[in-house]
């Protein structure tokens, strides 16, 4: 039996104002997967997620969560489907780190917002899956970046979405926290059967945690598929204008030119 796409494109046109600058754009997201979107800087990866969300508007073409055409959805009902992690700031005033996240739960909260003992253990739960329960207590613009970032993937995973949608989620992080935030991605998508679409700049890392990979550059996506025909040396040095010899695809490193 197929399964259904938590997030479906069909000849996605995205683009501004009216300009397009990627078309014919066709992702099928599954519960339990991660799909990730490589690329050049300015290819077109962010503006893609930003029409998925809604936060654009496509220019053709169709965006389908569940099955149901995005366009047809208000915006709770978008809320009880996936949740957004992109690469803005967020600016806040006088609001704990605690604060952020318990609003991933307004969805289920209703008008007045009022959390009940089932939602304050579920925003604990997910401050503590990314270790960020410490912070609780500090005001979320007095942390360091790395630490917003994270606990803005708290509040995504607070929500308890169908869809996770990020947008250089790594940016930011140590290694050792773009480590452990892909794992905890790796970790929901098998527990809970969550589908994630982001996009990442280090290769090394997409190649790991993915388990589908899109390719953006000129218009179009130039290349898809599973991870290991994706990093393969003559779609890497087409996808970034390498020269041969460059990319590595043992190590999945980038070499340089005395290495």
Known sequence: MDIMPCLRTEGLIVGYDGKPLIKDVNIDVLPGRIVTLIGPNGAGKSTILKTVTGYLEPLGGAVYLSGKPLSELTPHERSLQFSVLLTERLRTELLTCADIVETGRYPYTGRLGILTDEDRRIVRESMEMVHVWDLRDRDFMQISDGQRQRILLARAICQRPQTIVLDEPTNYLDIRYQIDLLNVLRRLVSAREVGVIMSLHELPLARK??????????????????????????????????????YDPISGQILLEDE
Do not use: N
Not at 209 to 223: E, P, R, T, W
Not at 224 to 229: C, D, N, S, Y
């Open 209 to 246: 945690v993915s388990d589908f990979v899109l390719c953006a550059k000129g218009d179009g996506i130039v290349a898809a598929g599973a991870p290991e025909e994706i990093f393969v040396p003559e779609v890497i040095d087409d996808l970034y204008g390498l020269k041969p010899g460059v």
